[in-house]
């Protein structure tokens, strides 16, 4: 069966559940299965980008959880099921906007915690309600309470630290571990985004992710995704380092995120995602050089970051965080240029700078990873 028909076998099953439910005189028993079914649709939808669509059967997931787990004086089962379509719409939801994220992420937490003070637990249920504590964090830190997010982080810390602890070589456990800090890391102190300025806690967080990172790596130093994580780990620590003013750590991050993530995007030439962070990384480099008066280095970064983001804005013109990352190359090109002494390539590129400009509407600016 394919994507499509499995979706369309789905929204099907869903329909038809609806039909007999209404049939039998809505019973309280079958809104389990709808509550499940519901769920289960709006967990592919949402993983298709049709977020819309996927908000919209979440809600109606946890119409039908909630109706039924109060039916029930709270069967366990329903009520962990719940939780993770309160979880999911929260997640969901906060990604364009709605309200509806904060009441979603603060009752799957309720429900989670609810359930492990009535003994109805095991680790996976703990790591889930870690899950729960990081999905509030990023709601709550997008509706601008970054102190309130960063408490609901160190609550998945927690967490997330005594399951590593128990299992210290299940590589998975760990990953789980460094991804919680990295949101511990950029709640602190990092250049991007809102945070609390305490810059110097937000680098120690990042050096952690980045030792895990280097662990996972060590287990498996052929597994691609260990040594991706490690290049987004470091990327994301050089910007910690240089918002605490540790520049000359910062350029260390930077040039071995450079190695590592040039080598990933050779050995994955269609993998847009990797190719953007390439290009960022060399943009970041150039920042840079700029900063120590390095002219050249800073024009062998910034060609190789435009002609990556070129070539990918080329492919996909319509794309806004690809023009704005283009855009903001070209911003520094030109003084580059000038301080090298060409004089003529700066004012044609100032001109393509101009028509470009004219002709994309750059926006807001997206997390890069």
């Not at 049709?50 to 004086?73: L, P």
């Not at 918002?243 to 260390?252: G, P, Q």
């Not at 450079?258 to 960022?280: F, I, M, Q, V």
């Amino acid at each position: 069966m394919t994507f499509n028909g499995a979706l369309a076998s789905y929204r099907e099953s869903v329909r038809l559940l609806e039909d007999v439910w209404k049939r039998e005189g809505e019973p309280i028993a079958e809104r389990e299965n709808l509550l499940r079914a519901h769920n289960k649709l709006a967990t592919i939808l949402r993983n298709t980008n049709d977020t819309a669509g996927a908000v919209a059967h979440f809600k109606q997931a946890i119409a039908h959880g909630e109706a039924y787990v109060k039916g029930t004086n709270n069967d366990a089962e329903g009520l962990h099921e719940l939780a993770s379509a309160h979880d999911q719409l929260a997640r969901a939801s906060a990604s364009i906007g709605l309200d509806d994220a904060l009441v979603s992420a603060q009752r799957a937490v309720q429900i989670r915690e609810e359930l492990t003070f009535m003994g109805v637990t095991n680790r996976q249920r703990l790591a889930q309600l870690g899950s729960s504590y990081a999905t509030l964090g990023i709601v709550l830190n997008r509706k601008g309470k970054v102190e309130d997010g960063l408490k609901a982080f160190q609550q998945n810390v927690g967490i997330q630290e005594r399951l590593a602890t128990e299992s210290p070589d299940d590589a998975q456990r760990q990953r789980v571990l460094m991804i919680a800090q990295s949101h511990i890391g950029d709640t602190l102190g990092s250049q991007d985004g809102l945070h609390l300025g305490r810059t110097a806690e937000g680098a120690a967080a990042y050096t952690r992710v980045v030792e895990i990172a280097r662990w996972l790596v060590s287990v498996d130093p052929q597994d691609k995704k260990a040594r991706l994580d490690l290049g987004f780990a470091l990327l994301r620590a050089s910007t910690a380092y240089k918002t605490n003013k540790e520049r000359d750590k910062a350029l260390r991050s930077m040039e071995e995120a450079r190695r590592l993530l040039d080598d990933l995007a050779k050995a994955d030439p269609e993998n847009g995602r990797l190719a953007e962070n390439a290009a960022y990384v060399r943009y970041m480099l150039a920042e840079d050089a700029i900063v120590r008066e390095k002219w050249a280095v800073a024009l062998e970064h910034v060609q190789a970051a435009e002609t990556k983001l070129s070539a990918l804005a080329r492919k996909d013109p319509k794309d806004n965080d690809r023009a704005r990352m283009l855009l903001e190359c070209y911003v520094i090109y030109p003084r580059i240029l000038l301080k090298l002494g060409k004089t003529d390539d700066a004012r044609r590129l100032a001109e393509t700078i101009a028509a470009y400009q004219s002709v994309v509407k750059v926006g807001p600016p997206a997390e890069i990873i």
